[in-house]
């Protein structure tokens, strides 16, 4: 009888794992087609902005691939790592002036922007999840 709730329990604890991975892999595809979105503007304004959104993009559709294929740990670490690299950058890009980088004196709070933080804040926790589960 205990064999067959472990194994009821490993079952469900296994299919919430998947779903978290699913919905984490809908969050990254969700800022890879943000940052795609945004590209061609960013292009316009100046490079290096252009550079950046090009690599979170591409960065962003792997990891979500990844996901949907049982991400190891460093994968989970390095998504961890980049989506919170992207989300300072937003926030500091929206505090500070830097028109040498970003081609303006002040970038706007649009919701594009607020709605690829949002995903990406979320897609850390869940990153953060799936990565305690493995261990």
Do not use: C
């Amino acid at each position: 009888m205990g064999i067959v709730n472990r194994n009821r329990h490993d079952q469900s604890a296994s299919a919430k794992i998947t779903t978290v991975r699913y919905l984490a892999a809908g969050l990254a595809f969700t800022s890879q087609a943000i940052h795609l979105w945004i590209l061609p503007e960013a292009f316009v304004v100046t490079l290096l902005p252009g550079l950046f959104f090009l690599f979170v993009g591409m960065s962003q559709g792997l990891l979500g691939v990844s996901l949907l294929f049982r991400p190891g740990k460093w994968t989970l670490g390095i998504g961890i790592l980049l989506n919170a690299l992207i989300v300072t950058v937003w926030i500091t890009t929206r505090i500070v002036s830097l028109p040498a980088i970003t081609g303006s004196a002040q970038l706007n709070i649009d919701l594009a922007g607020i709605g690829a933080a949002v995903a990406e804040i979320i897609l850390v926790l869940l990153l953060l999840k799936l990565l305690a589960a493995k261990r």
